[in-house]
């Protein structure tokens, strides 16, 4: 090994999702970290608790770097056009970083603290797009798990290559997610009444 690289979390954070980036969640190793960070494997240890430990660091930064992406989307905007560009944003954070999206969701300790506070303002983002819908807290709960359900759904099939019909997929996203911002026309009628 060659001249060696002072370690901090985001540093091994960031050669991470590279990785995974590049090979998918389920190739990463401790020996391929520590290889291409040029340092020896157990150094990795006081950072973190193992391989497990890795991913619980992965999903929550890589949710810390969703709301980042996020974020741009929903300021300046409202309703409608909020929620699509949240919803080009989230397809695009998937398409950009692949493994690093797969770490958000396949979380090894889901009472983490500090995991539970990034995903709630994740979601406190979206309640803010439709905020302008004026929902019950109930029913924008509903929609927001919805609209996830929508947009994993697309980042997931992009990512295994199981869109293969000859459509512009990029014309599909903004289509469905038209339906579904009508449904949420039609709900907040009939709230109305």
């Not at 980042?68 to 699509?84: F, Q, T, V």
């Not at 983002?125 to 302008?132: A, E, T």
Request: no cysteine.
């Amino acid at each position: 090994m060659g001249s060696r690289t002072r370690l901090d979390m985001g540093i091994i954070l960031e050669k991470a999702t590279e990785l995974v980036d590049r090979n998918g969640l389920d190739q990463l190793s401790l020996n391929m970290l520590a290889q291409e960070l040029n340092i020896k494997s157990p150094s990795l240890y006081n950072h973190f608790q193992g391989l497990e430990g890795l991913k619980q660091q992965l999903a929550i930064y890589g949710t810390e770097q969703l709301y980042a992406h996020l974020l741009p989307a929903a300021i300046g905007s409202k309703g409608d056009e909020a929620i699509h560009g949240l919803s080009r944003a989230y397809i695009d954070f998937a398409r950009i970083h692949p493994g690093l999206y797969e770490a958000t969701n396949r979380i090894p300790d889901h009472s983490d603290e500090k995991l539970q506070h990034v995903q709630e303002e994740v979601v406190k983002l979206v309640m803010q797009v439709l905020h302008s819908y004026h929902l019950e807290d109930e029913m924008a709960i509903h929609i927001v798990r919805g609209l996830r359900s929508i947009l994993h759904g697309f980042a997931s099939l992009i990512r295994t290559g199981g869109f293969q019909m000859p459509v512009d997929l990029d014309k599909s996203i903004p289509i469905v997610i038209d339906i579904f911002i009508e449904g949420i026309h039609s709900r907040v009628q009939q709230e109305e009444y």
